[in-house]
Each structure stands twice: as structure tokens, then as C-alpha cells.
């Protein structure tokens, strides 16, 4: 089966720092792969040169089979790449329905034409991701974690085929966690292909099928979620070498 | 209440429409000029008020527009008509070839760079010979200012429609997103770069368009008053006075400051331009997001809207 996404040998620089150093993972169709690291491992900057924001320094990532590179972000938003952002980036002036169907009028194949029903798919979507009592409200007005489910809601309008999720559970009560893991839960049902970054370990150790962990850019550990935290280099890498 | 409201704006317009059945020649004459101002402010709302890119170049459009008119009139002897059209091809195609490269830049930059486009403009319409040098175009008069006043009217009703229709459509969707967030806009599958320069043409359609019917109007165009930049300015004002990213605010934005311009040239001469900056001063500090907003906010909060805008200034 062709991989969701194809991830090859992508370096990134930004002038002498390596964000991004030489990384190759597949990401597989219906898959949750998770992507652990500590702060400046590259995650997010991993996420930007799939999404297209960023350019890679050299290698190549492949979507479906088919070589992304040069292609600006809004054409990998029509293939079916959907993402979300960590600092949340809502449209702050439109209420939370209009946010989400601005996703449904441009996503995946470009999206509805007619605003009517680009509005009805974005309330069924915000329903879905728990937001339907918000739709009228001013994006800016909604707290922290109304702001993390609208930018899920914002990517799933887009009706992706793939979805890269930045820390959707930062700031999240555990309650507001389950939720949240819930919902990729039935995204990755509904066929969707997830990669997902996370810091809170517990919980992305429960959501993902595999684990995949960056460390100063580098890949240094991708597999089964309980043999990966248990890896020696994994654990130096977040809690430092233990000194005798 | 929505009913109300489209009531309103039509007996609105069956007002204006009337004026120059009624009035007198120098209110005709006001008239065309406030109408037209109104014009661009609502070109400049569809690039500054929803993209969000504050243009400082809508008055080479303007200029362009009326040597548009004037060489096709006076110097090819065409109709009016053709002349607007081609004000317009030329408007577009400057939009498209300016604006791919300056629509890259953001906030101040792009207000520099447009800024600057005006004055080259002038440099470069000096030393065409078919646009007359910095002599300037005298154009075939037409003394008919009802014919003037009706069409600039109908260009005003014509540009509030297209605004009308950005609030509804795919397309003012996607500036609007721009505006708020141009990377959050792109990753989600908008063309940012191409409904820039759409939006940024669009804009200058009806600046070109204002310039050319005012070009024929005063039968008279030299580089240095069609690439004003002072208009620029004006038009700013006018949209930013009234609300930019409304349909209506800047058309009442213009209306307002011309009136208020007008009266205060008449009554105080002297010291006009001193009060109309003073207006415009206690305009931003009181009511930052225009007269729509405030309307819309005073209902709620009544006297405590102004109150709370002059706290957040630190006044």
C-alpha cells in the first residue's frame, strides 16, 4: 500500500542551526503516528515542510507517491494535507462558524463554492469537535481550549486526508484531553491519516500506533509506543544521562 | 430589521438619485465630488479594509483611469467610453504587474512601497509625449454635471454592490481570511498570492474608473494633480472615518467628511483644514474602528463605547 506520507531524508537549516537533520518516517494510511521530542527538537518546523510554509533545505516529501516539493501550501491544503498550528492562529475578527468554513470553502479539492453550504459542513464539524454552543461567538473571545478544538475544526472542514496536529492538548485538563483524543480517534475512523505532536506523553502513549522521537533534529527512535519510552536514548534525551 | 435597513439605504439612494433635480449647481457639483471620493474609499476598502493591505497606491489607479480618458479623447479622439475601458485595462494591468512583487511585503512595508509608486508615476507621465508631458490634457468639454453627478452615482451604487457581494462569496471569504491571518489562510487551501492581486485590481478598477469620469468632468489633467497623493490619504481617512471591512461604513465615512470638509471650508475658511484635522483626530481616538462599529457597539454599551476607546489611547 502507497504511504500516506513519505517522509525523505528532509533536512531544514535556518542559517548555522539544523531544525531538521536528515529525518526519513512513512506515514501510513489510517495510521495515529505520534511525534515526541524535547523543546527545539523540530517538531514543529517538521510540520511546516509538510504542510508547505517552510521549503526543506534538501530531501523531498512525498504525499500519496507524489513528490511535493516546490509546490506551495495551498495546493497541499487541495491534495488533502490539513494542519493545525501550535501558537493558535484563528481568523480572530469572524465568529467560530465562519473560521471553520473558510476550511470547507477552500479545503481538500477546493472546497464548496457556495457559502450556504460551506457553513452547514462547518457547524457539523464544530458539533463534532465539541464547539457547537460557540458558533456565533467571536473566534478571538474563546478561551484556550475552545481555541485548540476550533483549530481541529478548522483542519477537519478542509476534509484532509492527512492531519497534522501541533499540541492540540497543550494547556488541556485532563478531562478536555480524553475529549480531544477521542475525536482523532474518530478522525483516524472516518480514514484520515493523523500525525500528531505532542509533550503530554501519557497521553499520546495511549493515541498513537507508533512513536516517532526527535532530538536536536535528529530522529532517534521510531516503533511501538511502550518499547520506544523505554529506549535508553529516548529517556537521556528527556531526563539527561544519569551520573553515578 | 433587515428589511428596515434595505429600506432605508433605497430611500437613501432615491435621495441622492433626485439631487440633481432639485438642487442647486453647487450642491450638484459637491455632489460629484463627494460621490466620487466615495468611490475610492470603496475601492480601497476591498484592498485595505477586507485584505487588510493598507494601499497607499489607489491614486496612480486614479491617474491612471483619467489619462485613460484623456489620451484616448483627447489625443485619438475616441468616445468616452472606450477611453474608461481603457483607463481600466490600464489599471489592471498595473495591478497585476506591480502587485505580484509588492504584495509580498506586509504592514508598513507595503504602505512604503506603494507610497513610492506614485511619485515615479508622476516622473513617468512627465516625459510621455502622448500623455502631454507635464503640460497635461485638455479634454473635450461636455457641460451636462446631471449626466456627471448620475454616473458617478451609479459607479458608487456599482462599487457597493461588488463590496456586497465579497461579504457573501468564496472569493471576499478568502481576503478577508487573508486579512486576518495570510498563513493560516494559505495552509488551508487559499490562493493567496492570486486573490491579493485579484483584490488589489479589483481596487484599482474602481479607482481608475472614479479617475476617469472626474478627468472628463473637469475636462483638464496634468501628472501632478492625477497622481495626488493627498487623495490617497483621503480616501483612507474617508474608509478608516466610516469602517473598513463594512459594506456601507466607508460610502458614509466620505459622505460625512466631505460634508463636514465642505462646511467647515465655506464657514471658517481660514482655519478649515486645522478643524478638519482635529475632527479626524477625535474621529481615531474615539471611535478607532469606524462609525459602522460604533453604531453597532453604542447600542450595547452606549456613552461607555467612547469612554473605554479613550482609555485604551491612555488619554
Same mark, same amino acid.
Given at each position: 500500500?502507497?504511504?500516506?506520507?513519505?517522509?525523505?531524508?528532509?533536512?531544514?537549516?535556518? /542559517?548555522? &542551526?539544523?531544525? #531538521?537533520?536528515?529525518?526519513? $518516517?512513512?506515514? %501510513?494510511?489510517?495510521?495515529? !503516528? @505520534?511525534?515526541? *521530542?524535547?523543546?527545539?527538537?523540530?517538531?514543529?518546523?517538521?510540520?511546516?515542510?509538510?504542510?508547505?510554509?517552510?521549503?526543506?533545505?534538501?530531501?523531498?516529501?512525498?504525499?500519496?507517491?507524489?513528490?511535493?516539493?516546490?509546490?506551495?501550501?495551498?495546493?497541499?491544503?487541495?491534495?488533502?494535507?490539513?494542519?493545525?498550528?501550535?501558537?493558535?492562529?484563528?481568523?480572530?475578527?469572524?465568529?467560530?462558524?465562519?473560521?471553520?468554513?473558510?476550511?470547507?470553502?477552500?479545503?481538500?479539492?477546493?472546497?464548496?463554492?457556495?457559502?450556504?453550504?460551506?457553513?452547514?459542513?462547518?457547524? /457539523?464539524? &464544530?458539533?463534532? #469537535?465539541?464547539?457547537?454552543? $460557540?458558533?456565533? %461567538?467571536?473566534?478571538?473571545? !474563546? @478561551?484556550?481550549? *475552545?481555541?485548540?478544538?476550533?483549530?481541529?475544526?478548522?483542519?477537519?472542514?478542509?476534509?484532509?486526508?492527512?492531519?497534522?496536529?501541533?499540541?492540540?492538548?497543550?494547556?488541556?485538563?485532563?478531562?478536555?484531553?480524553?475529549?480531544?483524543?477521542?475525536?482523532?480517534?474518530?478522525?483516524?475512523?472516518?480514514?484520515?491519516?493523523?500525525?500528531?505532536?505532542?509533550?503530554?506523553?501519557?497521553?499520546?502513549?495511549?493515541?498513537?500506533?507508533?512513536?516517532?522521537?526527535?532530538?536536536?533534529?535528529?530522529?532517534?527512535?521510531?516503533?511501538?509506543?511502550?518499547?520506544?519510552?523505554?529506549?535508553?536514548?529516548?529517556?537521556?534525551?528527556?531526563?539527561?544521562?544519569?551520573?553515578? | 430589521?433587515?428589511?428596515?435597513?434595505?429600506?432605508?439605504?433605497?430611500?437613501?439612494?432615491?435621495?441622492?438619485?433626485?439631487?440633481?433635480?432639485?438642487?442647486?449647481?453647487?450642491?450638484?457639483?459637491?455632489?460629484?465630488?463627494?460621490?466620487?471620493?466615495?468611490?475610492?474609499?470603496?475601492?480601497?476598502?476591498?484592498?485595505?479594509?477586507?485584505?487588510?493591505?493598507?494601499?497607499?497606491?489607489?491614486?496612480?489607479?486614479?491617474?491612471?483611469?483619467?489619462?485613460?480618458?484623456?489620451?484616448?479623447?483627447?489625443?485619438?479622439?475616441?468616445?468616452?467610453?472606450?477611453?474608461?475601458?481603457?483607463?481600466?485595462?490600464?489599471?489592471?494591468?498595473?495591478?497585476?504587474?506591480?502587485?505580484?512583487?509588492?504584495?509580498?511585503?506586509?504592514?508598513?512595508?507595503?504602505?512604503?512601497?506603494?507610497?513610492?509608486?506614485?511619485?515615479?508615476?508622476?516622473?513617468?507621465?512627465?516625459?510621455?509625449?502622448?500623455?502631454?508631458?507635464?503640460?497635461?490634457?485638455?479634454?473635450?468639454?461636455?457641460?451636462?454635471?446631471?449626466?456627471?453627478?448620475?454616473?458617478?452615482?451609479?459607479?458608487?451604487?456599482?462599487?457597493?454592490?461588488?463590496?456586497?457581494?465579497?461579504?457573501?462569496?468564496?472569493?471576499?471569504?478568502?481576503?478577508?481570511?487573508?486579512?486576518?491571518?495570510?498563513?493560516?489562510?494559505?495552509?488551508?487551501?487559499?490562493?493567496?498570492?492570486?486573490?491579493?492581486?485579484?483584490?488589489?485590481?479589483?481596487?484599482?478598477?474602481?479607482?481608475?474608473?472614479?479617475?476617469?469620469?472626474?478627468?472628463?468632468?473637469?475636462?483638464?489633467?496634468?501628472?501632478?494633480?492625477?497622481?495626488?497623493?493627498?487623495?490617497?490619504?483621503?480616501?483612507?481617512?474617508?474608509?478608516?472615518?466610516?469602517?473598513?471591512?463594512?459594506?456601507?461604513?466607508?460610502?458614509?465615512?466620505?459622505?460625512?467628511?466631505?460634508?463636514?470638509?465642505?462646511?467647515?471650508?465655506?464657514?471658517?475658511?481660514?482655519?478649515?483644514?486645522?478643524?478638519?484635522?482635529?475632527?479626524?483626530?477625535?474621529?481615531?481616538?474615539?471611535?478607532?474602528?469606524?462609525?459602522?462599529?460604533?453604531?453597532?457597539?453604542?447600542?450595547?454599551?452606549?456613552?461607555?463605547?467612547?469612554?473605554?476607546?479613550?482609555?485604551?489611547?491612555?488619554?
Amino acid at each position: 500500500m502507497t504511504p500516506a506520507l513519505e517522509i525523505r531524508n528532509v533536512t531544514r537549516r535556518f /542559517a548555522g &542551526l539544523i531544525a #531538521v537533520n536528515d529525518v526519513s $518516517f512513512l506515514l %501510513q494510511p489510517r495510521e495515529i !503516528l @505520534g511525534v515526541i *521530542g524535547p523543546n527545539g527538537a523540530g517538531k514543529t518546523t517538521l510540520i511546516s515542510l509538510i504542510s508547505g510554509t517552510l521549503a526543506p533545505t534538501s530531501g523531498d516529501v512525498l504525499f500519496e507517491g507524489q513528490s511535493l516539493a516546490g509546490m506551495p501550501a495551498y495546493r497541499r491544503a487541495r491534495l488533502g494535507i490539513g494542519r493545525t498550528f501550535q501558537i493558535m492562529r484563528p481568523f480572530p475578527g469572524l465568529s467560530v462558524l465562519d473560521n471553520v468554513a473558510v476550511g470547507a470553502l477552500f479545503g481538500h479539492g477546493g472546497g464548496h463554492a457556495k457559502l450556504a453550504k460551506a457553513r452547514e459542513q462547518a457547524r /457539523a464539524q &464544530l458539533e463534532f #469537535v465539541g464547539l457547537g454552543k $460557540f458558533v456565533d %461567538q467571536r473566534a478571538d473571545e !474563546l @478561551g484556550g481550549p *475552545g481555541r485548540k478544538r476550533l483549530e481541529l475544526a478548522k483542519a477537519l472542514a478542509m476534509q484532509p486526508k492527512v492531519l497534522l496536529c501541533d499540541e492540540v492538548m497543550a494547556g488541556l485538563n485532563l478531562v478536555e484531553i480524553d475529549e480531544v483524543i477521542a475525536v482523532i480517534r474518530k478522525v483516524r475512523d472516518a480514514g484520515i491519516s493523523v500525525l500528531v505532536i505532542e509533550h503530554v506523553i501519557k497521553a499520546i502513549k495511549s493515541l498513537s500506533d507508533r512513536l516517532l522521537v526527535l532530538h536536536h533534529g535528529e530522529k532517534i527512535a521510531d516503533g511501538e509506543p511502550d518499547s520506544v519510552l523505554a529506549n535508553q536514548t529516548v529517556v537521556e534525551a528527556y531526563l539527561g544521562k544519569r551520573r553515578i | 430589521m433587515k428589511a428596515l435597513r434595505i429600506m432605508l439605504v433605497l430611500a437613501a439612494f432615491a435621495v441622492l438619485a433626485a439631487v440633481p433635480w432639485f438642487g442647486s449647481d453647487v450642491l450638484i457639483q459637491f455632489g460629484i465630488n463627494a460621490l466620487l471620493l466615495a468611490v475610492l474609499a470603496q475601492g480601497w476598502n476591498i484592498i485595505g479594509g477586507y485584505t487588510g493591505y493598507a494601499s497607499f497606491g489607489n491614486s496612480v489607479f486614479y491617474g491612471l483611469g483619467s489619462y485613460g480618458v484623456g489620451i484616448a479623447m483627447a489625443q485619438w479622439h475616441l468616445p468616452f467610453a472606450v477611453g474608461l475601458v481603457f483607463g481600466v485595462v490600464l489599471a489592471v494591468t498595473f495591478a497585476v504587474l506591480l502587485g505580484i512583487p509588492v504584495l509580498r511585503l506586509r504592514g508598513h512595508y507595503f504602505a512604503i512601497a506603494t507610497l513610492a509608486l506614485a511619485q515615479v508615476m508622476t516622473a513617468i507621465v512627465s516625459n510621455v509625449e502622448l500623455a502631454g508631458q507635464n503640460i497635461g490634457l485638455v479634454l473635450p468639454p461636455l457641460n451636462n454635471d446631471r449626466l456627471f453627478y448620475e454616473l458617478s452615482l451609479g459607479l458608487l451604487v456599482l462599487a457597493t454592490l461588488t463590496v456586497f457581494w465579497l461579504t457573501r462569496s468564496r472569493f471576499g471569504f478568502g481576503l478577508i481570511a487573508i486579512r486576518e491571518n495570510e498563513e493560516g489562510a494559505e495552509v488551508m487551501g487559499v490562493n493567496t498570492t492570486l486573490y491579493k492581486t485579484m483584490a488589489f485590481a479589483l481596487s484599482g478598477v474602481f479607482s481608475a474608473l472614479a479617475g476617469g469620469i472626474h478627468a472628463y468632468w473637469v475636462t483638464f489633467i496634468d501628472p501632478e494633480s492625477a497622481f495626488d497623493i493627498s487623495l490617497n490619504v483621503k480616501m483612507i481617512i474617508m474608509a478608516v472615518f466610516g469602517g473598513p471591512g463594512t459594506v456601507l461604513g466607508p460610502v458614509v465615512g466620505a459622505l460625512s467628511l466631505s460634508a463636514i470638509s465642505e462646511f467647515l471650508s465655506s464657514e471658517i475658511t481660514s482655519l478649515a483644514s486645522l478643524f478638519f484635522g482635529i475632527v479626524v483626530v477625535v474621529a481615531v481616538v474615539i471611535m478607532p474602528r469606524g462609525l459602522a462599529d460604533m453604531l453597532r457597539r453604542f447600542r450595547k454599551t452606549g456613552w461607555r463605547y467612547f469612554a473605554e476607546n479613550i482609555r485604551t489611547h491612555r488619554l
